[in-house]
């Protein structure tokens, strides 16, 4: 079965503690993003990868990271997660631009930092 | 970037087609429209994407207006299941593969027994 699948699903952390919430694909996609959504705020795009060890950021980049050592993975990082990180994060996958490139998000993760 | 504007909320009564609007007057020549949706808190589901033409598959069809200025999702036979908030969303492509879709605050579909 075609999925995108994260872990964990839920994570209540401590400022300051790192963590790393894990994405994987099995549709061999090139494109693969995270995004965060908030409340009255919708969802917003982190970071993306645009294949193997391209990656750039998105339109809320600041205190995180991401690295693309597989395709099929694409891992978010929180080097120092602060309060105003917690949100729930999707992940997302799709082949390249072009016509057929739908987007397939995982089930997301709720992320409270206290 | 091309926004997309769209009703806050609507109802459908079961088993009657669901028919959602956007407007995205400002949407380029090469930029495609593409509908998502969101049950509560579950990841957005692909719903059907166009350009010029009018699509259609096993979940909807899409109604898009000869100028591009807006569209309309159909869902012909809303079932409760059907109840989510629908994203309209212009993707905007950034070159070398890479593109965006930028997520509004959509429509919620309440579909009523």
């Known amino acids: 079965e075609a999925q995108v699948t994260q872990n964990p699903r839920y994570l209540i952390t401590v400022t300051g503690k790192k963590l790393t919430v894990t994405c994987s694909q099995n549709?061999?996609?090139?494109?693969m993003s995270w995004y965060r959504q908030d409340p009255g705020l919708g969802l917003r795009q982190i970071y993306y990868s645009m294949n193997v060890e391209v990656t750039d950021k998105g339109d809320v980049p600041e205190g995180y990271k991401v690295s693309r050592k597989e395709k099929r993975n694409f891992p978010l990082i929180l080097e120092s997660p602060s309060p105003n990180q917690t949100s729930l994060y999707f992940c997302?996958?799709?082949f390249g631009q072009g016509a057929k490139s739908e987007a397939f998000f995982g089930q997301g993760t709720r992320l409270t930092v206290v | 970037d091309a926004k997309t504007t769209q009703p806050p909320s609507m109802d459908c009564a079961e088993g009657r087609a669901a028919n959602l609007p956007c407007n995205h007057s400002t949407i380029s020549g090469n930029e495609y429209v593409y509908w998502y949706r969101q049950i509560h808190s579950q990841g957005p589901q692909y719903i059907i994407h166009g350009l010029k033409n009018n699509e259609t598959n096993e979940m909807a069809s899409l109604i898009i207006t000869e100028d591009r200025k807006s569209s309309t999702l159909i869902l012909p036979h809303a079932t409760l299941r059907d109840t989510a908030v629908y994203y309209c969303?212009?993707?905007?492509?950034?070159?070398?593969?890479?593109?965006?879709?930028?997520f509004g605050k959509g429509t919620k579909l309440s579909v009523i027994p």
């Open positions: 549709m061999n996609h090139e494109y």
């Open positions: 997302a996958s799709s």
């Open positions: 969303i212009v993707r905007v492509d950034r070159g070398a593969g890479s593109y965006q879709l930028t």
